[in-house]
């Protein structure tokens, strides 16, 4: 069990049975399985938000999930209903596999594909992408409440490639949002890579791309993003269009601490009105 000061509820609480080395089965409040960008856990990502991709996932809820891993790949499927603390009513099932292309020391790649479908009992979605910061209200895209919902499917693809100081990450989503006066979709994509100029590169395992571990000295870590997200769909869905570019710079000087600074440059409009912001940002982070 975890606990977020900032949250109501845990974020995290469910017990985990691993029979034996390869699968394991989970019930509980965790993480849905869907796209890569959720699948990085916050102290390993290269920014300090996620990409707009971040957005379509489902993130916490309730529920059952089997995984397994092995030289091939991996595959994640749960079943999940509402969070804890009672938001996000929406039964469903979700999917994540990933297939090795290499797997070594020095160099790992994947694809992977996720689906996801759940039923709304609210019969409604929103969707928005912040300016890059959790702690502004600044919305560079938001669709705002969408009615008549009866189902929200999505779909995701995705492909990592890690070798020494350098990583390389994309992944493309699409959620359609199944309606009766018609459906309506919308599309979001990141572009990620890494390097770092102390050779202390990022490590494979089990589908995603953990920070650098640097040992006896200081680790840097640069970084660079371009994403995009379109929640144009017709006059029921007009969330405008988003694209934005990135740099981050992370300093790891122990173990159990990093310094990461970004910036964020956005070109969006939203109903013929132009918003640009500039956002940058930094956190001093403690891991464990």
Not at 99 to 127: I, M, T
Not at 163 to 190: H, I
Not at 208 to 217: D, L, N
């Amino acid at each position: 069990m975890d606990h977020d000061f900032a949250d109501r509820t845990p974020p995290d609480a469910y017990l985990e049975l691993t029979p034996g080395e390869g699968h394991s089965f989970r019930l509980g409040q965790f993480k849905q399985p869907f796209a890569l960008e959720d699948a990085i856990a916050d102290k390993q990502t290269a920014f300090l938000e996620a990409s707009p991709v971040g957005a379509f996932a489902i993130s916490r809820r309730i529920g059952a999930e089997y995984a397994r891993w092995g030289k091939r790949g991996t595959f994640n499927a749960a079943l999940f209903g509402h969070r804890l603390d009672g938001t996000s009513d929406s039964p469903g099932a979700t999917m994540r596999g990933t297939w090795l292309l290499r797997s070594g020391k020095e160099e790992s790649a994947h694809v992977g594909l996720s689906l996801a479908s759940e039923r709304p009992r609210s019969h409604s979605a929103s969707y928005s992408l912040n300016a890059g910061s959790v702690l502004s209200d600044l919305r560079v895209a938001s669709t705002g409440a969408i009615t008549g919902v009866d189902r929200i499917d999505r779909a995701a693809v995705e492909g990592l490639w890690v070798r020494g100081a350098w990583s390389l990450q994309a992944e493309s989503a699409k959620v359609f949002l199944r309606r009766d006066t018609g459906d309506v979709s919308g599309d979001a994509a990141s572009v990620q890579l890494t390097w770092s100029p102390t050779g202390d590169g990022r490590s494979y395992k089990r589908g995603v791309a953990t920070a650098p571990s640097p040992k006896g000295h200081v680790g840097w870590e640069l970084a660079l993003r371009y994403s995009v997200m379109d929640l144009n769909d017709g006059p029921a869905m007009r969330g405008g269009r988003a694209d934005s570019w990135g740099l981050a710079a992370t300093c790891y000087p122990n173990p159990n601490m990093r310094v990461i600074a970004n910036l964020l440059q956005y070109d969006s409009t939203r109903r013929g009105i132009a918003n640009d912001p500039l956002t940058v940002g930094l956190r001093v982070q403690f891991t464990y």
